[in-house]
């Protein structure tokens, strides 16, 4: 019986997080598309947050379904077998296939090792793609040397080992200590992997790269291993990011009379904040992450966004005093929304008989007479609505992603989209049945200005975006503008990724890797 081909592989493992390998992996993906090789991502274990809703219905970090983008096809389960989403410091949600496998707590995960189905899922998610495509591109976590986890290690040597893959190591010179941080690596990997190493990346360099001159020779006669390239740090790369790391730094963003002012509560497990790149990037919008009551001065709407540990996150809010500021804001007039766990939030109550967070039952903040039930099943599908809460708007078209652990009734309010291809019924008496709410997503106040949705990715679109800012222009003073302007700021997101990859292509050199494929 003959086997199909199996791919060739190359793997972009790091000094440590935050180095960028996500993004050198999808200009890879995007460079190799373009050539014409048939190439897929994959990242066998990913600590993320950030996930997205795969065609079937399964979930995976966001950074793999951005990468399948780079790649030209349709995001898939097999590129992230193993989807770890933090509840605690030390506890995480285990998504195994794009399915809820188990809550774990660090010990009980990392014991249960290479002998167990986790292992066994990393190894027939990877030989599936490695069996549909020419070349995989692996990306690590974290660093390459965590020699501490080595024996327990599903995503680094062991996944580069199955892959039989070379491996580029990345190294970032914007957190400094790059020699330190490269040499360091390879003297710490056993000899065995050290010759897999093909090439080194220095990534985010500013400045002048001939300066640095001296020390690309000084690493390449120190390590044996050639520098491939120095890659420039790329300013306004609308790129979605997977890690919300750098959110800190995009706080101060300064409101003004003429923009549409955006508060961001920023909460300990916010997840998929990718909700609100698109709306940043528009030219009327100042949108800051918020961590105080006093940074959220002179919002014109205030955004609770999605929350892996809700209940919990309702706490902090509390803690932290944006209670009395969401209650002022709503008062004066202010337009208030909720994502997901924030629209949990909104609502009178929040319940967990399961202990699917911690369990008991939370009181809402009480914007919306509406009641939510934490469930163990996880609803993670693709959507296409159309907006039914923006006067007029019942053609608007939205398309997002469903990610979420509960049901929530909305007792007799507004829905606030009704989801393409399930039935439309209207309310009877004022109440929806489950059949109907199924059907529609959301809930509005009477007022129309506060309102919550399950819908991940909504202001996406830049029909509905436009809309609703422009309803947010008009109430401040302000004449609309015109809808080509929503238009290009996604232009510009969907040529971000080969601007990204002429980045790459310019900067390195893949002949190493390239001969490797051959």
């Given at each position: 019986m003959s086997h199909p081909?199996?791919?060739?592989?190359?793997?972009?493992?790091?000094?440590?997080?935050?180095?960028?390998?996500?993004?050198?992996?999808?200009?890879?993906?995007?460079?190799?598309?373009?050539?014409?090789?048939?190439v897929a991502p994959f990242k066998a274990q990913n600590m993320s947050l950030n996930s997205f809703a795969t065609p079937e219905g399964g979930e995976i970090g966001r950074a793999q379904a951005m990468q399948a983008e780079a790649c030209g096809i349709a995001p898939h389960v097999d590129m992230n077998p193993i989807l770890l989403k933090p509840e605690s410091n030390a506890r995480s949600?285990?998504?195994?296939?794009?399915?809820?496998?188990?809550?774990?707590?660090?010990?009980?995960?990392?014991?249960?090792?290479?002998?167990?189905?986790?292992?066994?899922?990393?190894?027939?998610?990877?030989?599936?793609?490695?069996?549909?495509?020419?070349?995989?591109?692996i990306e690590g976590a974290g660093s390459a040397a965590e020699v501490n986890l080595r024996d327990r290690d599903l995503v680094n040597w062991t996944t580069v080992e199955l892959a039989d893959a070379r491996v580029v190591l990345v190294g970032d010179i914007d957190r400094g200590g790059v020699f330190a941080q490269i040499i360091g690596t390879l003297d710490l990997i056993t000899p065995e992997e050290r010759a897999r190493v093909c090439g080194i990346v220095i990534n985010k360099f500013r400045g002048d790269r001939t300066l640095f001159a001296d020390g690309v020779r000084f690493l390449t006669?120190?390590?044996?291993?050639?520098?491939?390239?120095?890659?420039p740090y790329l300013r306004d790369l609308a790129l979605d990011q997977e890690d919300s790391l750098d959110i800190g730094a995009r706080r101060q963003v300064a409101f003004t009379a003429d923009c549409v002012n955006i508060a961001v509560l920023l909460v300990p497990h916010m997840s998929n904040f990718t909700d609100f790149n698109a709306l940043s990037q528009e030219t009327d919008v100042a949108l800051r992450y918020v961590a105080t009551s006093e940074e959220a001065d002179g919002a014109d709407v205030m955004i609770i966004p999605g929350s892996k540990t809700t209940l919990s996150d309702l706490g902090y809010l509390r803690e932290k005093g944006f209670e009395r500021l969401l209650h002022d804001h709503v008062q004066r007039g202010g337009e208030l929304v909720g994502i997901c766990g924030g629209y949990q939030m909104l609502g009178q109550s929040i319940?967990?008989?399961?202990?699917?967070?911690?369990?008991?039952?939370?009181?809402?903040?009480?914007?919306?007479?509406?009641?939510?039930?934490?469930?163990?099943?996880?609803?993670?599908?693709?959507?296409?609505?159309?907006?039914?809460?923006?006067?007029?708007?019942?053609?608007?078209?939205?398309?997002?992603?469903?990610?979420?652990?509960?049901?929530?009734?909305?007792?007799?309010?507004?829905?606030?989209?009704?989801l393409l291809g399930k039935p439309c019924v209207l309310e009877d008496h004022g109440?929806?049945?489950?059949?109907?709410?199924?059907?529609?997503?959301?809930?509005?106040?009477?007022?129309g200005l506060v309102w919550g949705t399950y819908i991940h990715g909504l202001f996406d679109q830049p029909v509905f975006r436009r809309a609703w800012l422009n309803r947010l222009r008009s109430r401040k003073g302000l004449a609309a503008v015109p809808l080509e302007c929503s238009q290009r700021v996604n232009e510009t997101r969907l040529k971000a990724m080969d601007r990204w990859a002429d980045h790459v292509d310019q900067h390195l050199d893949l002949a190493p890797i390239l001969a490797w494929l051959r």
């Open positions: 081909p199996r791919a060739k592989a190359i793997a972009i493992l790091g000094t440590g997080s935050d180095v960028g390998k996500s993004l050198v992996t999808a200009g890879l993906c995007r460079l190799l598309h373009r050539a014409g090789i048939d949600q285990v998504v195994v296939q794009g399915k809820v496998f188990a809550t774990l707590d660090a010990r009980a995960y990392f014991t249960r090792g290479r002998d167990s189905e986790l292992w066994r899922a990393v190894q027939e998610s990877y030989e599936r793609l490695a069996a549909k495509h020419e070349v995989i591109v006669e120190r390590t044996g291993i050639p520098v491939l390239g120095v890659l319940a967990d008989p399961d202990g699917v967070e911690d369990g008991g039952q939370g009181t809402g903040l009480g914007f919306l007479p509406v009641a939510t039930v934490l469930a163990r099943d996880k609803i993670t599908e693709q959507v296409e609505a159309q907006a039914l809460h923006l006067d007029g708007s019942i053609a608007l078209p939205v398309r997002g992603y469903l990610i979420h652990m509960g049901r929530t009734d909305r007792g007799g309010l507004r829905p606030c989209f009704q109440r929806a049945t489950p059949r109907e709410q199924a059907s529609q997503d959301g809930a509005v106040g009477h007022d």
